[in-house]
């Protein structure tokens, strides 16, 4: 590389700062050649614009009718926004995309609902309100529609020639494709494959020796993407008619330890909820690892609102993270603030200001104090706790809560006597010792005890150490979070996917059950919720005749105990120790993407016969999938015989494939989403094809992706549920399920019929939405409520108005049971691998491996120097990479070092680096960033691709040719560790399971 | 990188200085240049008449997101690897004491602008209503005033082989509607509107704050303002260079993307 690099000591990058130097030389180029006519522009002054899709001079709407603009909602990252989007309509091809105006979180206020469709293009003009009701579009949502025409789109069924992962491909006919993996037999020349047809048993248990696994259809597992709006649907409309309980969404690569950490502090592991800021109106914001504006969910919205918080109103904001992120401007002075932070040691500086809290006396102790829903009603508060439930401490019955029955019991503040709950208002917070009941002496302990007994485990001066934050920064934090009443409120999400992050959450949560933020403005909100969709007063889409109901172990061993199983049980009769067990259980997870291949691998619980991807890509966003899992996947004998992926482009996953099933794309998909959190009223986003999907159709015209795929594939094997009579009305009818418009034009009646219906869309509504095509299709499925759900698909959705947000100095979606200070669940349960018991509540845990190995000792600092964390591209997101245009916005990612490191290793700006951990390691571009922590390297996610157009792809002997740009940048899950306490798998959350991507020592030097 | 550097500071000092003595005399020609268009009276060469556009750019609230620098690219299908709007990003300070900085930046519309008066054609001038425009029927693609312009804000379009720049997307300001830009800023920084309409929020926003504009000294009086522009932003955004470009150069991502782009056009 050129010296001349070493010049630039720059952090971020600035997108196009130099690109107009560029244009000098061809400027200079062209005046010599003078003769080189370039192109015509379409017009003179606007150049290549395309032109407006209205008018609205002098007041006067005129709709340009070369265009039609449709309500849809944006798929390119999981915020999954509400859009319009402009379509030629000669070309059916999108050339705009604008924020809905309607939708959340895309706007903030948005438009009553009953707003007409002209009157919120008016709005949104000149002479409208703009100001107020500005919609917008993130730099990928903008331009990542181009996509659908890439060049290496699947556009028809794919079936492998040679080896898995080769990317050599034919075409096949998709009746021929389902017939092969429907009747299995040599497809491959690889010897006899099973096909679905055998592998759907639903009587035969797939291991005698342990019923409770289930019957052989287990060996069929779905990995799936994010919740995008179809995955709820194969999974009860296909995979529960099948007849196996494995699926999983992509949570445990994501943020499951934040899911996970919240669930137990919301004390509901069933419904996974969790809790945002909100933004707008807290006074005090206590962020970890999750700067708004840069990461998080809902991106688009926390940016909008920190933005407004920070310079109309009165936010003071903190942000705990390795990087500075993109919330902090230097134009917004004082209000922003930085605590640099050694990625993983998070847990120790929220341990740390917890401590500062209780020992100083800082909490709300008349909040804390509330024992019962009772007690709340009556001191007219928002949330309560179980702080002050009794925590058994003897050993029979050891961790359990002490209880009346269901309800607990509590020491009542005014007369320290053991009371039930339900007839308290203020029980004593903190208390050791026993109590009677029944006559049976308890030694006992307050769940605040326990709390208050953790956090007191370090001292301040330890915790520091641990996470190099000094204690004076603990101190000023722990002040100033609980100075703003219930207006304080914290934040935390992927940044707490290292191996202690289940904790993590649980602290950083329990800061805010110290203040009592929960279900006040301007404190904790759990989300507004969503109107019925797809089980509803209309239909129960998920109900059909021969659903399997059963629930057995999963492959991914979640949801269950070990001490369930016959290996526990018979360890035991026997007289041996149970533990360890042969691998990890996971009792209070939901689903482990991550785990499937390697368990499949051991044959732990069982081994799979088939795995049916839908748009996943395991093996890019897994941390250590691609050094680790890719064994163990292109050998077919190994985890997986069969691997049919759906999937609209060849990405790190689906090029392990068999078979590759087409998908659409974006606005071509069908779809109802819920927003995740961050927001106060209901909300139901919707999509339906607005484009044409490209790719290849069945032979009755469907376009082949998932939902037709399924309804296909279903019928073939004559699974219930599919073609005639096969939707359940509520009405006691049967409705036909042969198209996805038969399940989704009903999920959108539902919705248009929940509560108090929608009104009738006017002929207006319909010719400005673009949705006159589906006219005939609405009066035959949804008869006399077509002009409802046509309302609905007008607007792209369902979403309650603004002013029912909040009630007072409350939410008014609140979330109704109690935070949990102490969690029984996780109390109870064990690890497997050791058989010790879980901490009920919060407790420090250095960075570890399921077994208890530190980091510390496997990874010594002597060898690993630096500490690598993954964050969030606030352009970049992985299924996008096919856009062109979003490769121009960001061309590349860096692996981001702190000046004064580099220096330390003799490293120079734009040097090409190798980054290496104990298991992997990875290349790329250094960049200098002094907004980095100096123990640490970080890269942004989303590039460096190995698929999805960066390689080679041989289809029907035709090469396309992979590309660098889709090549460049840091593949950071490389560097990801494996679990040596484990066979075959990788470093998780010692708690829940999930992918652990941060807090990987590493090594840096010179490529 | 050398080179592309010492070339650009020859063309910042020496040859604009130059084309700007050359073509002083005929300066006062210039801004009465005939173009057909405008005789014409077309609404397009003229814009709206009794307003004044501007735009405020208040820097609170920018979170960096490049969402304009996006739709831009779309909204006015700008050829690769061409930008009539960017946001630079950049640190201020060392750590610990470092800050974030974003400047988001487009043609300033300037009412005295440097842009026009160079231009031989009459190609490109200003709007009575304050937009800057480029009539690319009359531009030879001299680019003369792609040196003038003093924020480095127009470029050779490689497609129509003229200048060309941001025109406050004329297409939709024209029709009623506002600039790509400023529909799809996620914080609100982006305001656009008319400054001789006291209703407006570009107006309210002059009044109420103090704002800057870049290069004040450059006597081109910018119709961009910014709330909250620190100075030390100031004089980073025309220093600033992006290690993507080296990397772009090293990895060879040029030569693909005009191979691709031939290939495009040859398809059809």
Known sequence: MQSSRRKFLLGAGAAAAVASVAGYKETLGAVVKQSNKGELAQDSIYFNSPNAEFSFLNDKFVPDENFKVCATTCIGCTTQCGVRVKIDKKTDKVLRVLGNPYNLLSTDPWLPYNTSIKESYKLLSQNGKFETYRSNVCARGNVIFDKADAENRVLKPLKRVGKRGENRWKEIDIDQLIDEIVEGGNLFGEGNVKGLKDVRDTKTPINPKEPIFGPKSNGLSLIATTHEG???????????????????????????????????????????????????????????????????????????????????????????????????????????????????????????????????????????????????????????????????????????????????????????????????????????????????????????????????????????????????????????????????????????????????????????????????????????????????????????????????????????????????????????????????????????????????????PYKLDVLLTFNSNFMYGTAGGENHIKELISDPKKSIPLFIAVDPFINESSKYADYIIPDSVLYETWGVVHAWAGFQTKVNTLRFPVVKPRQATFKNGEPIEMISFIIALGKKLGLPGFGEKAIKGQDGKWYPFNKPEDFYLRAFENIAMDAKPVPDASDEDIKLSGIEEYVPSLKKICGDNWRKTAYVMARGGRYQDIEHSYQGEFLSHRYKKPIQIYNETVAMSKNSMTGKRRSGTVKYYKQRVVGGETFEKLYPKEQFPLVAFAYKSNVLATPNTSSHIMKEIKYTTYVDINPKTAEKFGLKNGDYVKVSSHDGNTEGYLRFRHGVHPDTIGVEQGDGRRAEGAVDIEINGKVTKGKISRRTGVYYNKIGLKDPSRKIALVTDFVCGSNVRHAIPVKIEKA | MEEKNSRRDFLKKGLSTTAFAMLATSQANAFSMKNPGRDAKNPKYIGQVGKHFVMVLDLRKCIGCQACTSVCKVENEVPDDQFRTFVTETEIGEFPDVRKAFLPQLCNHCENPACVPVCPTGATFKREDGIVVVDNTVCWGCGYCINACPYDKRYFNKRTKTADKCNFCAQRVDKGLLPGCVETCIGGARVFGDINDKNSDVYKLLSNFSTTVLKEAEGTKPQVFYINLDSKVEELFSTTQSLDDIVKAEEGFQREWMKTREEAQSNG
């Not at chain 1, 669930?263 to 914001?285: C, I, R, S, W």
């Not at chain 1, 809290?357 to 804390?368: D, G, T």
């Not at chain 1, 004076?472 to 100075?483: G, H, R």
């Not at chain 1, 959450?505 to 019925?532: E, F, H, Q, R």
Request: net charge positive.
């Open chain 1, 230 to 604: 179809r995955f709820k649907t194969v999974v009860h409309r296909f995979l529960k008619s099948f007849g196996t309980s494995n699926f999983v969404g992509h949570t445990s690569i994501c943020g499951l330890s934040m899911r996970a950490g919240e669930a137990a502090y919301l004390g509901n592991f069933k419904k996974y909820p969790h809790l945002k800021p909100d933004f707008e109106n807290t006074e005090y914001l206590l962020s970890i690892g999750t700067p708004p504006g840069q990461a998080g969910n809902p991106f688009k919205r926390q940016g909008k609102l920190l933005a407004r918080a920070r310079s109309e109103k009165n936010i003071d904001y903190t942000i705990v993270s390795p990087m500075q992120g993109n919330s902090d401007t230097i134009a917004v002075g004082g209000r922003s603030h930085w605590i640099p932070i050694i990625p993983g040691t998070d847990l120790a500086f929220v341990m740390g200001v917890l401590r500062v809290i209780i020992n100083n006396k800082l909490y709300n102790e008349k909040y804390l104090s509330i024992p019962s829903v009772k007690g709340m009603k009556a001191l007219k508060d928002a949330s309560w706790t179980n702080s002050t439930h009794l925590i058994i401490q003897d050993k029979e019955g050891f961790g359990k809560i002490l209880k009346d029955g269901k309800t607990p019991l509590v020491l009542d503040a005014v007369d320290n006597t053991l009371k039930s709950s339900n007839d308290v208002i203020q029980a004593v917070l903190d208390f050791k010792g026993s109590v009677e009941y029944k006559g049976k002496t308890y030694s006992v302990q307050t769940a605040f005890h326990e709390l208050s007994t953790n956090v007191n485990e370090l001292t301040l001066e330890d915790y520091s150490r641990e996470c190099g934050v000094s204690v004076e920064k603990m101190q000023e934090v722990a002040k100033e979070f609980t100075s703003h009443g219930r207006k304080a409120s914290v934040d935390c999400h992927g940044g707490t996917m290292h191996s202690t992050g289940f904790y993590t959450t649980y602290a950083v949560m329990m800061l805010g059950a110290m203040v009592g933020n929960l279900n006040y403005k301007g404190g904790m909100s759990p989300g507004g919720g969503a109107y019925k969709d797809f089980v509803g007063k209309r239909y129960n889409l998920f109900g059909y005749k021969g659903k399997s109901k059963v629930k057995h172990t999963r492959i991914d061993k979640t949801r269950m105990a070990y001490e369930k199983t016959n290996e526990f049980k018979e360890k035991k009769a026997k007289g041996i120790n149970p533990y360890p067990a042969k691998d990890t259980w996971y009792p209070f997870t939901n689903a482990l993407e991550s785990e499937i291949i390697t368990n499949s691998a051991k044959g732990y």
